[in-house]
């Protein structure tokens, strides 16, 4: 099955510091990617659709300054969280589309636990 | 616009009883459906999805889910519960409306099974 892969699983900041989280598809081009945030105990909040090759579209409230996605390549897309600040801290989960595959379905990454000292 | 309701945010169970994890979803259009099954501190793996013809779809691991179009539902069932099974379940929906099948998530039901 698809594979999604995301890097660091945690990492550990400081407050005004940028932190990069990358997402990876290992074995198939992901035309699309998603970026999530997950508060504890609470569902996955979608922050912005990424598309290889153009610019992310950001959902309404999302600061787009502030989380910078790149998605340079059918395999990679990147996160990054500028100025970081506590309130940051969180869960953020990827995910991808095989636009080869009919099953609509998305593939999701393990996470990256953020926190911001 | 979609959305998703899980009624029940937390669901304690013992071991080998039935289980049922409601979820309604509200959308205008035709959507697909899935549940999605998070363990502790790791990402999403899904469990089943409904994307079209036969109503009941099944999980390799006893989960069976109905899609009811008149009652808007997908409610996730398993008839014996293993402990292995404690989890967080996320139900979702995507609808066809734009290029990208965006989902809309529940806010996921905790499922407890007791020894």
């Known amino acids: 099955g698809a594979v999604v892969s995301q890097h660091p699983s945690w990492v550990i900041c400081k407050s005004g510091t940028s932190v990069k989280i990358e997402c990876r598809s290992l074995?198939?081009?992901?035309?699309?990617m998603f970026w999530y945030r997950q508060f504890p105990k609470k569902s996955l909040m979608l922050m912005a659709t990424s598309n290889e090759g153009s610019k992310a579209t950001y959902e309404q409230g999302v600061e787009k300054d502030k989380f910078l996605i790149n998605h340079a390549s059918l395999t990679l897309s990147t996160l990054t969280v500028t100025s970081a600040h506590p309130e940051d801290s969180s869960f953020y989960i990827c995910s991808a589309r095989d636009p080869g595959s009919h099953s609509y379905e998305q593939y999701f990454g393990p996470g990256t636990r953020l926190t911001v000292t | 616009a979609q959305s998703v309701t899980q009624l029940d945010s937390q669901v304690p169970v013992f071991e080998e009883a039935p289980v049922e994890l409601r979820c309604n979803y509200s959308s205008s259009v035709s959507v697909y459906l899935f549940w999605y099954v998070q363990y502790p501190n790791q990402g999403l793996q899904l469990l089943l999805k409904y994307l079209s013809g036969s109503t009941l779809v099944e999980s390799i691991n006893g989960f069976e889910a109905e899609f009811n179009k008149s009652q808007t539902s997908f409610h996730l069932r398993k008839p014996s519960v293993h402990i292995s099974d404690t989890a967080e379940y996320f139900c979702a929906v995507s609808d066809f409306s734009g290029s990208n099948y965006k989902l809309t998530f529940g806010k996921g039901t905790l499922l407890t099974v007791n020894p």
């Open positions: 074995d198939f081009q992901a035309t699309t």
